[in-house]
């Protein structure tokens, strides 16, 4: 299996393959704010195409003709109009929120493997091999299986009377 063979080699290729996963996760999340302005211009409230709201929750803008005016998600409105602003704005929040949750928790993961592979290289796990332990339960006997269909109870209850 790998880590749980104390296995040096499978353990690095690990801490490689995780270490290359937080850094796609930093560029996926840096290129999403670099380019949250742009994301804005281009698809802050696009107007709906009929009958795509049937399925999509849309937001309703009421145009100057008293006219329904439907538009896909994200739409963020500020006094009754589309805002640019507001759209940036939110944008920017949510990726950094993402950030400040994927990030630090990916590198704990890092760090943690990490001090996995030392203690390999240390020799601290030698000798250790993981034997997963299963527990089966025994089998009840006639006298506890009827305590379980509520047999042997009705029984007490009757001594009682």
Known sequence: MGAEQGDSRKVKLYLVWISLSVIL????LGTG?????????????????EGYC????????????????YYKPPCLIEDGQPSHGLCVTTMQQDLVLEMLIVLPLSLYYVMVVWSLTLKIKRGDLAGWRADPHVHVAEAADEEQSGLLAGEQGSEDQQEHE
């Open 25 to 28: 996760n930093a560029a996926y």
């Open 33 to 49: 704010l670099y380019f949250v302005d742009q994301f804005c211009r281009d698809h802050n409230c696009d107007k709906a195409s």
């Open 54 to 69: 049937t399925h999509t929750v849309c937001a309703v803008i009421e145009d100057k003709n008293a006219t329904d005016v």
